[in-house]
């Protein structure tokens, strides 16, 4: 009976640091995400009462899919549901930053961040966050960030910040002529390294094929490639309004004013907001256009 006492406490205690192990893993769930079958994704969509690993798998699914309603009506029907978890907050963040809420959903992240430091795909949105409002330097400095953590990250969550820090780089090395040719070699390192982990997804067809839309011939750039790249990947995330800026980019290279006027009215009723929507049709340019 003395034994026993000695025991179960090491027992119990040893149950809570694997059941905080299970709770603080984010990789898991994440890399199950990109793998369900639309079947498995409806089943999961029509479960009654969701965990907070369920809304987790949800919230990934959606944002790859661009499906902004359906990441409302995710937070709308959980919101009451463990508030403050960390997944939930992260869906909070990522639909708050699809609806252009920036300060808010930047605030949610942050704060996340602070009571969950290990929680990185808040870290990832974090750095998309940064991206979009042109912060490229620290969307740069965070992506790099999380690749130095890849054992730590999900095989999305790694792939994403791989292209968010070839975009970023890219962005900044137009700045910086000087800096041009090295960064060329950085920004294809990246690119390789996300083809390898997720090749025929469609964030990595939109990366790679942008990537040979604005890179110059010399550097590897190749319009008729970006074009069956960004088309691929069109028709596989129909409600995301930067492929199709991005294709009316490359068609009105091609010299096709007709199809780059279809697709810039596509993005404009998917998301008149878009951030490279807008940059496209001001003439700034800022993301970048062909060269």
Sequence with gaps: MALMKRILPLIIFASFLCSSSFAADWKSPADLAIG?????????????DKAAQDIYVLTIVYYREFQLAKLKQLLGGEEKRAANGPQLKLLQGIAFMGEHR???SRGILAAVLKTHPDFYPALVALAHLDYLQKDFERAYQRALQLIGKRKELSRFHFTVSLMLAAGARGVLAKRNLLV???AYFEVNGYLAEAQKQMPDSAEVLYAVGSYHLLTPAVAGGDLEKAIALLERSRQMT??????????AQAYRAYGRPDVSGKYLRQAAQLDPRNELLVDDLSGEKTFLDVP
């Design 102 to 104: 920036y300060q808010e």
């Design 238 to 247: 129909p409600l995301n309004p930067d492929v199709c800026v991005r294709l």
């Design 36 to 48: 369900m079958s639309r079947e498995a994704v409806v089943s999961l969509e029509n479960k009654k």
């Design 180 to 182: 041009a040719i090295p």
